[in-house]
């Protein structure tokens, strides 16, 4: 009888000491808020992807230094969804439904954001994406850091329309073979057909993700450019720009004969090519490592100083781009919204995300747009330099109001709001 009082007794304790247990894992768990970093860390894509996962870590460590938000400190969730497309959705499942993640930030193709929109809809949860993309589209559960149309295809193609941009009279239009080059061409086709640009006057040219042989369609622009005074606007997403450029520079096209203007390379991306005959092609973006203001320099400083405190890879040679603050802006905006609403519920945090403010690396201070989710963001154009830098030949007075349904499509009068 005693034996049995013992077990019992024993078994009761146990079951007190274990509810305890729980419960202070449960308080340690509540004294955190979870966030989700979705970034192909593998495949095609890791060459632009990587470096937004670790500056999103940077802000996270920089915000919890600070306190946190709401006095709790937020804790990452890293996942590698390597570049397929697919497992981009499986894995935002992941974060949202088992992880309860309050917020992802991540994806970089818009073939991949498309992959993970239905899950966010679901779920209603939110994704911050910073990533340059073609517009037509405006989502509730999407808060768009990177620009539109509007605040870099048509700029960067009216500069190249002009005499400061060399008067290009034809284009050719090279991609990667998925939804933002297509898209993006689309409309810019419409713009150039508005601009009296004839159809022969336009070569359109899309490659796989992952392509590396440019000789024969680097061979065929400069057949092309035989034409007329040519430009090349490019859509090539990640590792397949290191081989593009390196053909540019075996053929010997200079920027002085057929200028390239990139939409989705930056300082990270050139950081594997020479660069040398390179110089004078461009890029389009809302930030470049180059602009002088203080809060670039604060910027600058944190991330190098971040990166050989972690040991990244090539730590003395990392550099900042466009992605990189538009995600460093997202995360904290997203800080300053949730201290707002006093919650991390999806639906406060969306209200309280219109009107945001914050004084970007830039130089500006961004604004979120209430009604179409997208940043207020100066536009830049700069050249190549021999050092894989960029010097800023052009650029806006301020920031630009995005304008996601480009009005060069038929159909889209009247839906720049929510």
Known sequence: MQSRRTFVTSLTRIAAGAALLMSGLSAHAADTIKVGILHSLSGTMAISETSLKDVALMTIDEINAKGGVMGKQLEAVVVDPASNWPLFAEKARQLIANDKVAA??????????KSVLPVFKELNSVLFYPVQYEGEELEKNVFYTGAAPNQ?????????MSKDGGAAKRFVLLGTDYVYPRT?????????????????DIDEVYTPFGHADYQTIVA?????????????????????????????????LKATDVPVVAFSVGEEELRGVDTKPLLGHLAAWNYFESVKNPVNSEFIKKWKAYAIAKKLPNANTVVTNDPMEATYVGIHMWAQAVEKAKSTDTDKVIAAMGGQTFKAPSGFTLEMDPTNHHLHKPVMIGEIKGDGQFSVVWKTKGPVRAQPWSPFIKGNEGKQKM
């Open 184 to 200: 993006t061409n689309k409309i810019l086709r419409a713009f150039l057909k508005s601009k009296g640009v004839k159809d022969s």
């Open 104 to 113: 992802v930030f991540g994806c970089w193709t818009s073939v991949s954001r």
């Open 220 to 252: 065929n622009i400069k057949k092309f450019s035989a034409g007329g005074k040519t430009a090349v606007i490019s859509t090539i997403n990640g590792d397949s720009n290191v081989p593009f450029y390196k053909e540019l520079g075996n053929a010997g």
């Open 152 to 160: 870099q295809a048509i700029p960067a193609v009216e500069y190249l």
